[in-house]
């Protein structure tokens, strides 16, 4: 049954009160490596993966095969898992421009992409976050998300908040969209969801797991239920940890725990994913992707077990 959310599912008292959370300890040991095949010596980040656990979108800033780009500006790959491996990614280039690509999200059955753009005149445009579709296999641009969710970072963007936006996440249903944003790229940033009515997207109001601290790098489950995000205002073990909170089943969002070590180090740890089966996760540390085997890990991380 398709999961419908109110409105106000996500305030939790507005903004979080500044204290410490539950911080998981894991009795099964963890092993956590790095996937140079995916990783280069640029950038790597904002990492979205489909439910099977088997293709794996990211943002990196690393020079183009063809050499059409420094990517500077950031582009979309794609890596699939073949052969008991990590395939090299490749671009999305019916998507990518030379203005900045980023925050790739999908549909359940990924033939549905929601994705940053700064090409163009993104106000006009409908931007900066936009649809498309995969069409005998070439991504196919669609056009604006909606115009409440152009308006809102239309009209921040003329106020305080700039570009500044770390991370954006779309419910695999396709009726949840959360984003990190704030004044400016540096942070601090907070978490921002919209939900999908009979007349588009609505405006996107602050979600309830905001501090007063920086909130980056979400990403919703394949239970459209199970919300991954980093925070700095939630204590923990210094830096951004990794932090999980779910939509119970009155519609209102629980309390957040910390994923604990060793995906929380006294670094930058964000970006985390998992498939649907609760088996695979990824995340981002030092701007690269790491992978960790949670199959053995115990409910309180994973998502809802279809």
């Not at 489950?221 to 700095?232: E, G, L």
Request: proline share 6%; net charge negative.
């Amino acid at each position: 049954m398709r999961y419908k959310l109110p409105l106000v599912i996500l305030l939790f008292n507005y903004l979080v009160n500044a204290q410490t959370y539950e911080i998981l300890k894991h009795e099964h040991p963890i092993n956590i490596v790095a996937l140079p095949q995916l990783n280069s010596k640029y950038r790597e980040c904002n990492i979205s993966l489909l439910p099977e656990g088997k293709t794996l979108f990211f943002m990196t800033h690393r020079p183009r095969p063809d050499g059409s780009s420094i990517g500077g500006s950031g582009d979309i790959y794609q890596s699939n898992f073949v052969n008991d491996t990590w395939q090299a990614p490749v671009p999305l280039s019916s998507i990518n421009t030379n203005s900045g690509e980023d925050e790739p999200t999908f549909s359940k059955d990924g033939t549905e992409m929601f994705y940053q753009s700064w090409a163009g005149n993104w106000q006009t445009a409908g931007g900066p976050y936009y649809r498309a579709k995969l069409v005998n296999g070439v991504w196919i641009k669609q056009g604006s998300m909606g115009s409440n969710i152009n308006l809102f970072f239309s009209l921040q963007s003329k106020t305080s908040f700039g570009y500044g936006t770390d991370g954006m996440a779309v419910s695999a249903d396709g009726n949840l969209f959360i984003v990190a944003c704030g004044p400016d790229y540096n942070g601090p940033m907070d978490l921002y969801y919209s939900v999908r009515t009979s007349n588009g997207w609505s405006y996107p109001e602050i979600m309830g797991v905001s501090t007063d601290g920086d909130e980056r790098s979400v990403f919703i489950a394949a239970d459209n239920r199970t919300i991954y995000f980093s925070s700095d205002g939630m204590g923990g073990f210094g830096g951004l940890d990794i932090f999980k909170v779910r939509i119970e089943e009155n519609g209102k969002l629980g309390v957040p725990v910390n994923i604990g070590a060793p995906f929380n180090t006294a670094e930058d740890d964000m970006g985390f994913v998992a498939s649907a089966d609760g088996r695979s996760a990824f995340f981002i540390r030092h701007l690269d992707i790491y992978f960790a085997d949670i199959s053995e890990l115990t409910e309180k991380i994973k998502p809802i077990d279809p």
